[in-house]
């Protein structure tokens, strides 16, 4: 039984884990609109970064 | 009257006038389009290659009357007020908020991402399909602000900028700490009830393996880890706000909250350092996390973005024609100084309040009054932010700018209405304060009967009495059917503008109709023509052309179909409610009402006809030609008329139209209670009568002159193309077909029942559960479980409103081809 004083600790750091992503992705505003990005996928587009560089690539 | 059988705007949808040419190609088949605005835009999204738009696309795009010149963003380039407007960050990129007309369904969102995408000095472009906000990020030194302003601008999409303070940033900010703390206790309550479980199996396992004391002791330390973050950073709202009820010396909801987690958690806490007795994290976690869910279900229902409000805030000018000397320049809004003087050209709209500097002008105050007869204003008289200026270009000294003008105090107070908990969620409050008062005293009793009783138990009981009967479903009840109600009712095309209107749509016994606008698609055409003969046809249409292209009344846009070309004129008035005079070659035209035109009023001529209302084109001599107006009937008013007769409502018509045109309307959709030539007075009288009588009142109005009528109604629905200053007033605004209506009503009935259920199980539950934890019958543990299954059965009785029944809507292949669906507000969940 005393794996658990390894694995209970590693769990709760994998939580502190979870929770920090979690925060970082409320503060980045990921779950500021919840209504539009469900529209996103109905438009097949190519991705825009590499498009964009594409671009620039043409361009000059 | 067959509206399918017309063609059809590529861009907008909206009947093409039979001489109108303009084609666009599309994959080399022409397009009929209506005018040169949507020619221009359909044109720009095509060339793009964004035809895509067009199959995306799931409500049809806003009719471009006219584009702002590029002129009236220039002042959008100036670095003071760029700092002001969009402060510029460490890597030289600024960030400007936007508010967008029109965006109507997610095309629009993809088609300005798109097209904005090309722009390799645009880093980045967000915006919110559902309440229109867009956030732009765009490196300053490579393109100028007022280049993408006009670019959205030729769009169809006008933007208003907004300035970076205001509540919803701080609404915002308040969700995203929910968010957090929600995350943190629901995490947090999994691994403590994960290891509480294994203590409960450890506890009473007896084959005399039992659970080990060093793992017992260190599973009790984790979870008091753990359990930690999660009352003092989750629960840190409760605590604040029972400090807050105890200053203030009265007994909130959050009170008892306080008491039991702080009581639970430093009990648990003392006996864990002791090694002995119970403890209560995992009860702790989960009442915190259940608690959270309902603050923040209902922190949703009183933040959600009225759109009718963000329109308003929308409706005064970004900029201003400011008068220095003899040259002008363009400034914005938000720059605009008391003292500067402001030209406002006709039709704009008057940008704060001032003081007229001309002899006269003509202005319309409809956004502030309701009225929209024109008011003729003197030198040194107060104009209002927020008029039309409908005479000719005036200048004004301005007096009072920004948040102190008249259009801000009545849109603040409009706001604060909003903001406001709905009466139903007030009184459940109440009576929950009462019920926390109560809830308290019986804790204090229980704890010192069980002294006496078992005092190894007190302890325990009293915290089961404390949570059992948290008033928390009492709480959620109201707040959580009205906002799934608003989301469902949001989806059928209906915005929800004042939630306590739910709670009387179910009584409503009778619909008042006003037909401009209601019931007709608001857009007359001419439908009968006749020429006196003492001018040529083709003279005559091309003055009534020339003249009415100046109005900005509905009625003109009919002329703008006829077949001829404009003739030019100079020195046009318009006096508003009867007609348009102007100068051509020598000789002054009128057009208008026959009293007006003719300048007769005994009304001696004549029409030619008894039938529609009629416009007559007139010189001094008499009349040259006369045009009968026509407004065809939304295609679905029938269906709906029927529907509402078929609930057993008794339907009216109050309009201001002449008796021919509201009989054959009434006639038409088999409603019997017709008045007409209906003044505002009038209207509101006959509404008092039917309440006197004991009805109950649903008035839908377009707006205009209805405002003060809408007010006077038990419910009232704007239509989304009155102003928008009518829409904020009124309790219901109507964004999709009329079919809405009977969507509503059914809501109505529906979310009221709902809420009956609601309180009557939370009101149930908690005189049945307190006798029980009071006897010692429920352990702690328990009493969370029950506490939030009491909630949960509360929320999801709720969510069952968000049912949208197809098999009711009636005439629903109607108006516009797709409908609902894209008008989607953040519900509950």
Redesign the interface.
Known sequence: MEIVFVLIPLSVLLLAIAVGIFIWAVNNGQFDDMDSPAWKILVDEEKRDRSRKERQHDQR | MNASAQVRCYHCNEPVPPNEKRVVTVDGNPRPVCCAGCEAVANLILDAGLK?FYR?RSETSAKVDKLAPESHWLAFDENAVLDNYAPLDAEGFREIRLQLDDIR???C??LIE?TL??D?AICDI?????NGRATLRWDANAVRLSELLAHLDRLGFHPHPLRPDDNEQQA?HE??RY??RI??AG?GMM?VMM?AVAMYIGAIDTSGEGM?TG?WH??RG?SL??ATPVVFYAAAPFFKGAWRDVTHRRAGMDVPVAIAIGAAYAASVWHTLLGRGEVYFDSVSMFVFFLLIGRFLEFNARHQVAAAGSAMAASLPATVTLKEGNTTRSLPLAQLAKDQVVIVSQGSVVPADGELLDAAAALDESLLTGESQTVRKRAGDLLAAGAVNHGKPLTLRVTRTGRDTLLSGITRLLEKAQASRPRMARMADRIAQYFVGIVLVLASITFIAWEFLDPARAFEITLAVLVVTCPCALALAVPVALTTATGAIAREGVLAVNTDAFEVLDGVTDVVFDKTGTLTEGQPHICRRVVTGVLPESTCLALARGLEAAANHPLARAFATLDADEAAFTDIEQVAGHGMSGMHEGHRYRIGTPAYALQDDNAAITPPGMDGSWIVLADDDGPLAWFALEDRLRPEARAVVHGLQRRGLRVHLLSGDSEAAVTAVAKELGISNVAFRQQPQDKLDAIRRIQESGGRVMMLGDGLNDAPVLGGADVSVAMSRGATLAQAGADFVLTGPLTALTALLRHGMKTRRVIRQNLAWAAGYNLVALPLAAAGLVAPWMAAIGMSASSLLVTLNALRLRQVNASNTPGSHAGKQVQGQSR?L?GAG
């Open positions: 895509d995306f369904c997610a095309a969102g993809w798109q995408a090309d390799n967000q915006l919110n399909v559902v915002s969700r995203r968010l957090k995350a943190i995490l691994q290891y080990d793992v260190f599973l984790v880890l753990i989607v953040p």
